[in-house]
């Protein structure tokens, strides 16, 4: 990738397999949780710009579900949409994605394999995307269900192209 942001945090998404117990070895369980604190300890003493930090966290802690992503749930997809602000910034996502498949194609024997999971969840967030929240905050009655309902029907969007992906 040109993106610097991308190459950062592909260098980085893993940095918390060197802190796997000697017992787990070679698995690396756990490592996106051991990671934040040497990704964070690292960008403070390199002065690492903010967009940069978080795009290299976000990739150590959802890199995992992003390579399980066809096997997701709906609600799941949407939790993840969620908690990495893919529905307000969207770019973003896509070069979470991009580091994934760096991180899948940088494997051995792996450089040339296709990355499915890209086009799946551009496709399921567009769809998430696609639900008309202002429509739905003017159409519920009671005001303090807004966040549940637009929820609601995002999770139901993704769910019926999750099954049309499938058929």
């Known amino acids: 990738s040109p993106e610097v942001d991308v ?9 918390g397999k060197a802190l796997t117990p000697a017992d787990l070895l070679p698995r690396h369980i756990g490592h996106d949780k051991r990671g934040h604190e040497p990704i964070q300890d690292l960008c403070e003493r390199l002065r690492v710009p ?3 930090r978080e795009l290299a966290l976000m990739a150590c ?3 995992i579900l992003i390579h399980r992503s066809r096997e997701l749930r709906p609600d799941t997809l949407v939790d993840l949409f969620l908690r990495c602000d893919a529905l307000r910034r969207p770019e973003r996502f896509a070069w979470l994605v991009e580091v994934c498949r760096a991180d899948a194609q940088g494997r051995e024997g792996y450089a040339n394999a296709g990355y499915p999971q890209a086009t799946y969840l551009r496709d399921m967030l567009a769809t998430a995307a696609s639900i008309d929240a ?4 003017r159409a519920c009655l009671d005001k303090s269900r807004i966040a549940d309902a637009v929820l ?3 999770v139901a969007a993704v769910r ?5 992906a499938k058929g």
Not at 7 to 15: I, K, Q, S, V
């Open 134 to 137: 202002g429509a739905i905050a």
């Open 61 to 63: 802690r959802e890199h």
């Open 50 to 52: 903010v967009d940069c």
């Open 160 to 164: 019926q192209m999750h099954l049309s």
């Open 152 to 154: 609601a029907a995002r």
């Open 7 to 15: 190459r950062f945090a592909t260098l980085c998404h893993d940095l």
